[in-house]
């Protein structure tokens, strides 16, 4: 009996939820020379009610072009020039976060740290219960942002073109008890975000 993969795991756990994953791959090997002629991709989609699952996996030789990420998105009725990324507040966030807003609601500016590229904040689609939420999916999977970005993740024909609103980490995940933090409580503060933008 063969070992399984973190992949092939992650596809049997999200079938057994009855999510009906489907994989891609993609191996290329380019004809140049040189060390940047490899390049593999693999990712899983999976759809439960209006939120799809995605975890993705790229590595390529050439510098920057390596990246995995698991997390929950759906579409969000907001204008496309909405940008914004949303952290567990961290002291290295004086050093490493660009642009950081402040939200106006001290609740919030006390336990995130909002990062945009304009003024806009998410007061509107967080209260305090949702705050608290995040905070305890953030114990239980680290690091974990919540994003909103139009046309985030095109590799979902169904997100194209439309902002999107998700919670994700730069984690494989495929634990069960990860999977159930992701999938159900990531799930329920994405629904109530989703719901306050209306």
Known sequence: MSDKSAFDILFDRLSDRGMHPEKHISERNFIVPGKDRFSNTKYIVAKNQSLFFCAYDSY??????????????TAINLPPETNCHIYKKDWV???FRKNKRKSGINFIDENLTITSADNWTPAILLGPRDVMLFLEINKRITPLKILIQHDYLSIIEELKDKTILGIETDLW???????DTLINSGGQLIAKMTNASV
Not at 173 to 179: A, Q, R, S, W
């Open 60 to 73: 390529g030789t050439s510098a920057y072009s390596s990246g995995t990420f698991t997390g929950i998105y």
């Open 93 to 95: 966030d004086l050093v």
């Open 173 to 179: 995940i495929y634990d069960n008890k990860d999977l």
